[in-house]
């Protein structure tokens, strides 16, 4: 083989051999970004639990409350029956029993 046609070789080794360096280097970069995304994903998603436990817990004690206030409401009724009936035992002078 001659000196040229191995420097041609030499040559085109090393052009070759450079641009897998920069391609390598390229695909490096787009690996870092998308390894940034995935922790940023994984950190919205965490968040995204997080407040729908908490809306999931503030839902059960909204619940709870409006049944305390329901049962409250219906003893209020009771009360109330039992009072209007106690009521309509007087008499006020001058309007019918």
């Known amino acids: 083989m001659s000196g040229r046609c191995r420097r041609k070789i ?3 080794c090393r052009s070759r051999s450079a641009e897998i360096s920069r391609l390598t280097e390229k695909q490096r970069g787009a690996a870092d970004h998308v390894a940034r995304s995935l922790e940023q994903i994984s950190l919205i ?5 997080t ?6 817990s503030a839902t059960v004690e909204q619940t ?3 049944q305390e ?8 009724a009771r009360t109330s ?8 035992l007087f008499k006020v002078e001058g309007e019918p029993r």
């Open 10 to 12: 030499a040559a085109s």
């Open 45 to 49: 998603a965490e968040q995204n639990a």
């Open 51 to 56: 407040g729908t436990e908490e809306t999931s």
């Open 64 to 66: 709870a409350s409006m």
């Open 69 to 76: 206030m329901a049962a409250s409401v219906h003893a209020l």
């Open 81 to 88: 029956d039992q009072l209007k009936d106690l009521i309509s």
